[in-house]
């Protein structure tokens, strides 16, 4: 089955500047990419998502690439802000099974 | 509110009870999933429902959790004999029928599990 890599798992940028979260998966049919984020205690919002016949997505400060080949995509945040601060998941998805990575814990200190 | 809800959204039981949750999906999402999410991790699937019909199950789904969606809308999942492992978070998510741009699954506030 498919598995997905996160990484890092925490990550703490100043205020302004840009954030990189990265990840891997292994089944190369999967063909839907979202990247949800989490505040403490809610539920997962879908912030940005890429499809396998796109390479790049953007929106406002927030970006997604994609490398079919290498398998790997990764979300750029660009001039951060402190309520950019949250845990981030990327996740795979083929036909109706979507697997999650293990999360990034974002802080933006002010 | 017209997002996906959760009943209730936190639960405390003993080990050894069963316990039922409950999800409503968007109007007109024919399609639902279950995950559980622990602490530190992402969401794991449990289970997939098209219309009424359950499609998917993970392996991770023990003969000790049944999920139903009787008439296609709601969904209840519930644990039977419940252990310690099975505190976690407990997301349901729903997508629009297939067709164009309907991979996006909505995810509901989710139902906090603890088992004493």
Redesign the interface.
Known sequence: GEN?E?HPSTLSVQEGDSAVIKCTYSDSASN?F?W?KQELG?????II?I?SNVGEKKDQRIAVTLNKTAKHFSLHITETQPEDSAVY?C?A?RD????????TRLTVKP | DTGVSQDPRHKITKRGQNVTFRCDPISEHNRLYWYRQTLGQGPEFLTYFQNEAQLEKSRLLSDRFSAERPKGSFSTLEIQRTEQGDSAMYLCASSPPFGVWTDTQYFGPGTRLTVL
């Open positions: 997905v996160q839907y979202p949800y809610k539920r997962p919002q879908l998502d499809r998941f996740a998805k109706n099974d979507m697997r999650f990575g293990a999360g």
